[in-house]
């Protein structure tokens, strides 16, 4: 099933999500929902929970479905993810499915490390670098209440309207 997208000005996007445990009831079909929204939208490579209306602390992240580069775990699904490591710096424009009207320029770090459960509750551990670092700090940044655009320097020179293609 094919989850709605929740969109800015929607409240839900701006507040913390709670943790999770592998026996919340419907916790498994709402991740299989999640991977088949993020899977249904080109380019999608990552989506939160706050995104489809659950504040909840989960995450689906799949950068190997663009070509750039840096590391590709392909698809994981991670509960109550947190970054343990972060190092180096790059600026890189973002854009968002709950912000479709806009991108943004973002100063991220190049490498991280991220810990969590998969959906089983077993803890695993990411090291990623490059594309997939920016995309899981993105979805990270969703399970705390932050947008792409709390994090531009700016908002008059580093924000832009999204082209349309037809």
């Known amino acids: 099933m094919i989850l709605d997208v929740v969109r800015i000005p929607d409240p839900i996007l701006k507040v913390p999500s ?3 445990e592998p026996d ?5 079909s709402f991740i299989d929902h ?9 380019h999608c490579v990552g989506l939160a929970a706050p995104q489809v209306g659950k504040p909840w602390r989960i995450i689906t992240v799949d950068a190997s479905r663009i070509d750039k580069p840096g590391t590709r775990h392909g698809r994981v699904i991670m509960l109550n ?6 190092s180096g710096q790059m600026l890189l ?8 009207d806009y991108t943004g320029n973002v100063l991220r770090a190049t490498a991280v490390e991220v810990h ?3 959906r089983n509750g077993r803890f695993i551990e990411i090291k990623a670098d490059g594309f997939e670092a920016i995309v899981f700090q993105h979805e990270l940044d969703h399970l705390e209440g932050k947008l792409f655009l709390d994090r531009v320097a700016s908002l008059e020179t580093d924000v832009f309207r ?4 037809s």
């Open 18 to 20: 709670h943790l999770v």
């Open 162 to 165: 999204r082209k349309k293609y």
């Open 24 to 28: 919340f009831p419907e916790l498994q």
């Open 116 to 118: 969590g459960k998969d």
């Open 34 to 42: 999640m991977v088949e929204t993020m899977e249904h939208h080109p």
């Open 93 to 100: 424009r973002e854009g968002c499915l709950s912000v479709p």
């Open 81 to 86: 993810p947190w970054i343990v490591r972060r």
